[in-house]
């Protein structure tokens, strides 16, 4: 108990001692390591287990005030410069990409492959690239952006967790966790800013031509901070800041756009989708899963409507978040929509060499099981039904000895896929047959 005692004492006294020699967590100098000494230890075994260079035991027991390094007392607390701990490199995993994403050295991107400190990851035009952490933590980065992994790594003497990344062009978004240890760092650095986050879900975009940095908070805090100005800023959930030479803006997160029609199937060649929202621009997300991470297409626009081209069939999902002038991200809504592009042309015209026959045709472009409903009526209400077949398996009907007059029909598709269904009817057609000349 009374060892207990001491230790805690010590471990008090040692976080105190750090709190007033501390830097900014925005700072890039790291925080010294609080030890507090465990029964048999010695300051050459404590600089041979957890130093860069054992014989560094001696400046310890400088630092210390420490005169006999084989013989510490339990519950001494011993402050380490971090310049002298031993680090263990980690690395992080591509989770998901889309399109042109090069690491720099390594080449191509790869799901599974690993990044570690140092390498610069980029993504081209419309693509996209997830990273996992070895804390669960995770960046994504949009498209034409640029992030160089300037730390991964753990602390071998106390498991402290240092990571710094540095956008160099584009935007990042990241999910921090929160962290195990109240010395555990997470910075995001661009060339005007810097931002800490203790646990927390945010933004960092940069702007060369303005020379400003956007940072937009979901959950948690973020302490933000230009390179030109010493103090910080402490953004909350729901804020943003802008941070460069002139003094940081704060601002409230914009709204999110409103998704009009969401439940209505895409079954156009092209994805339109028609937004709601405020600020000078709206951003327009597409992703393979709900939590977006395997994002594959985005856009912007300042209108009310987002178009996009080449998108495959299934379940997608959209995020929607406006911008406002300064760059700043506001809130995210998020949408599941059902993809499923199909078509259907038909015609109708009496049989080649066959005057008192008449056939419909039909043809249908999509993927799964296809049937068909036709209706053949005497009215364009289609009331006055002279033939309604259902589940039709043939693109095609052909009906005899149909009497002179104005007819209409409609040709209506119903696609089955993966336990989906989805239905296309084409519009009311009119056929006229004319009376025979005699």
Same mark, same amino acid.
């Given at each position: 108990?009374?060892?207990?005692?001491?230790?805690?004492?010590?471990?008090?006294?040692?976080?105190?001692?750090?709190?007033?020699?501390?830097?900014?967590?925005?700072?890039?100098?790291?925080?010294?390591?609080?030890?507090?000494?465990?029964?048999?230890?010695?300051?050459?075994?404590?600089?041979?287990?957890?130093?860069?260079?054992?014989?560094?035991?001696?400046?310890?027991?400088?630092?210390?005030?420490?005169?006999?390094?084989?013989?510490?007392?339990?519950?001494?607390?011993?402050?380490?410069?971090?310049?002298?701990?031993?680090?263990?490199?980690?690395?992080?995993?591509?989770?998901?990409?889309?399109?042109?994403?090069?690491?720099?050295?390594?080449?191509?991107?790869?799901?599974?492959?690993?990044?570690?400190?140092?390498?610069?990851?980029?993504?081209?035009?419309?693509?996209?690239?997830?990273?996992?952490?070895?804390?669960?933590?995770?960046?994504?980065?949009?498209?034409?952006?640029?992030?160089?992994?300037?730390?991964?790594?753990?602390?071998?003497?106390?498991?402290?967790?240092?990571?710094?990344?540095?956008?160099?062009?584009?935007?990042?978004?990241?999910?921090?966790?929160?962290?195990?240890?109240?010395?555990?760092?997470?910075?995001?650095?661009?060339?005007?800013?810097?931002?800490?986050?203790?646990?927390?879900?945010?933004?960092?975009?940069?702007?060369?031509?303005?020379?400003?940095?956007?940072?937009? !908070?979901?959950?948690?805090?973020? +302490? &933000?901070?230009?390179?030109? =100005? /010493?103090?910080?800023? #402490?953004?909350? $959930? @729901?804020?943003?800041?802008?941070?460069?030479?002139?003094?940081?803006?704060?601002?409230?997160?914009?709204?999110?756009?409103?998704?009009?029609?969401?439940?209505?199937?895409?079954?156009?060649? !092209?994805?339109?989708?028609?937004? +709601? &929202?405020?600020?000078?621009? =709206? /951003?327009?997300?597409? #992703?393979?899963? $709900? @939590?977006?991470?395997?994002?594959?297409?985005?856009?912007?626009?300042?209108?009310?409507?987002?178009?996009?081209?080449?998108?495959?069939?299934?379940?997608?999902?959209?995020?929607?978040?406006?911008?406002?002038?300064?760059?700043?991200? &506001?809130?995210?809504?998020?949408?599941?929509?059902?993809?499923?592009?199909?078509?259907?042309?038909?015609?109708?015209?009496?049989?080649?060499?066959?005057?008192?026959?008449?056939?419909?045709?039909?043809?249908?472009?999509?993927?799964?099981?296809?049937?068909?409903?036709?209706?053949?009526?005497?009215?364009?209400?289609?009331?006055?039904?002279?033939?309604?077949?259902?589940?039709?398996?043939?693109?095609?009907?052909?009906?005899?000895?149909?009497?002179?007059?104005?007819?209409?029909?409609?040709?209506?598709?119903?696609?089955?896929?993966?336990?989906?269904?989805?239905?296309?009817?084409?519009?009311?057609?009119?056929?006229?047959?004319?009376?025979?000349?005699?």
């Amino acid at each position: 108990m009374l060892l207990a005692r001491v230790a805690m004492a010590g471990c008090l006294i040692v976080m105190a001692a750090m709190a007033r020699a501390a830097p900014l967590p925005t700072a890039d100098r790291e925080a010294p390591a609080a030890y507090v000494t465990q029964k048999g230890d010695t300051l050459i075994g404590l600089a041979q287990r957890g130093l860069v260079k054992p014989q560094d035991w001696a400046t310890l027991a400088r630092i210390n005030h420490i005169s006999r390094p084989r013989q510490l007392p339990v519950g001494r607390a011993l402050v380490i410069p971090a310049v002298l701990l031993r680090r263990e490199p980690l690395t992080a995993r591509i989770t998901a990409f889309s399109g042109q994403v090069r690491i720099d050295p390594g080449g191509a991107a790869q799901v599974g492959a690993s990044v570690a400190e140092g390498d610069i990851i980029g993504t081209g035009a419309n693509s996209f690239v997830t990273l996992t952490l070895i804390d669960g933590s995770r960046i994504t980065l949009p498209s034409q952006s640029r992030v160089r992994i300037e730390a991964l790594q753990r602390i071998v003497l106390d498991g402290r967790l240092e990571r710094r990344f540095r956008i160099e062009a584009g935007r990042a978004d990241f999910g921090v966790t929160p962290r195990e240890r109240p010395t555990d760092r997470f910075l995001v650095k661009t060339p005007v800013a810097v931002a800490a986050v203790r646990g927390t879900e945010f933004r960092v975009a940069h702007d060369a031509t303005t020379a400003k940095s956007a940072v937009s !908070v979901i959950e948690g805090e973020v +302490a &933000g901070r230009s390179l030109a =100005r /010493r103090d910080e800023t #402490a953004v909350a $959930a @729901g804020s943003g800041a802008v941070l460069g030479a002139a003094p940081t803006r704060m601002a409230a997160l914009l709204p999110p756009p409103m998704l009009d029609r969401p439940g209505r199937v895409q079954d156009d060649p !092209v994805v339109a989708l028609r937004i +709601a &929202g405020e600020g000078a621009r =709206r /951003r327009v997300q597409l #992703a393979r899963d $709900a @939590g977006f991470v395997d994002l594959f297409a985005e856009t912007e626009t300042a209108g009310d409507e987002a178009r996009f081209d080449n998108v495959a069939n299934g379940t997608l999902y959209v995020r929607l978040t406006a911008i406002d002038a300064d760059g700043v991200e &506001g809130l995210p809504a998020s949408y599941a929509i059902e993809r499923f592009q199909t078509g259907l042309e038909a015609a109708a015209g009496a049989l080649p060499g066959k005057p008192r026959r008449t056939q419909f045709r039909w043809q249908a472009i999509g993927a799964g099981t296809i049937s068909y409903d036709f209706v053949l009526a005497r009215d364009e209400a289609l009331a006055d039904r002279v033939v309604d077949a259902v589940g039709l398996a043939d693109p095609e009907m052909t009906i005899t000895s149909l009497q002179p007059g104005d007819w209409f029909w409609r040709v209506t598709m119903t696609v089955r896929d993966g336990g989906r269904s989805f239905t296309r009817a084409l519009p009311v057609r009119k056929l006229t047959i004319a009376k025979p000349e005699r």
